[in-house]
Antibody
Framework: QVTLRESGPALVKPTQTLTLTCTFS??????????VTWIRQPPGKALEWLAR???????YYRTSLQTRLTVSKDPSKDQVVLTMTNMHPEDTATYYC??????????WGQGILVTVSS | DIQMTQSPSTLSAFVGDRVTIACRAS??????VAWFQQKPGKAPKLLIY???TLGNGVPSRFSGSGSGTEFTLTISSLQPDDFATYYC?????????FGQGTKVEIK
């Protein structure tokens, strides 16, 4: 059974750096063509793709946010970490991690609501 | 970036109605389209991928069609559990983009 779970702070202050961890099980991120992706959803708004970490350690970022985003994998754990620097109030959203299999977002975590406020 | 435009943004229907949601891509994307269902406070759920392939455990009343730039999601007979928001998504490139969503409401 595939599971993913996001963890991290529920509240960050403007200009701070957000670090979110996706802990997964039931699949291997070393197997082609599996990836872990991050997607966010501001309250009441649409889904927005952010970043992707591939089985071969390639990384991809949303163009408009690429200077603020970093995605990495803990080599000893089944975890993918997303960091976003210089957080703004408009970054308030539910952040999801998900498994991507052959390009298809097939399994989602439950999401974590991150609020940016002083 | 490839833009995905969904219509309508809101749809009111009765249980038993046939419902169709449209999605248009800003450039040709073959059949690299998925559809998701999202209920309030929950993560999206994969319904259809590769434009017309049903996801695991998805009821057969859901179907998808299209290729190139025009895609549709059809629910053949709307059930009470289907009232939700639906999103199309293109995965033609690594920079995946979603439509703005279609909320299906009870009439």
């Amino acid at each position: 059974q595939v599971t993913l779970r996001e963890s991290g702070p529920a509240l960050v202050k403007p200009t701070q750096t957000l670090t979110l961890t996706c802990t997964f099980s039931g699949f291997s991120l070393s197997s082609s063509p599996t990836c872990v992706t991050w997607i966010r959803q501001p309250p009441g708004k649409a889904l927005e793709w952010l970043a992707r970490f591939d089985w071969n350690e390639d990384k991809y970022y949303r163009t408009s946010l690429q200077t603020r985003l970093t995605v990495s994998k803990d080599p000893s754990k089944d975890q993918v970490v997303l960091t976003m620097t210089n957080m703004h109030p408009e970054d308030t959203a539910t952040y999801y991690c998900a498994r991507v299999d052959a390009g298809v977002v097939s399994d989602w975590g439950q999401g974590i609501l991150v609020t940016v406020s002083s | 970036d490839i833009q995905m435009t969904q219509s309508p943004s809101t749809l009111s229907a009765f249980v038993g109605d046939r419902v169709t949601i449209a999605c248009r891509a800003s450039q040709s994307i073959g059949n690299w389209v998925a559809w998701f269902q999202q209920k309030p406070g929950k993560a999206p759920k994969l319904l259809i991928y590769r434009a017309s392939t049903l996801g695991n455990g998805v009821p057969s009343r859901f179907s998808g069609s299209g290729s190139g730039t025009e895609f549709t999601l059809t629910i053949s007979s709307l059930q009470p559990d289907d009232f939700a928001t639906y999103y199309c998504q293109q995965y033609n490139s690594y920079f995946q983009t979603f439509g703005q969503g279609t909320k299906v409401e009870i009439k």
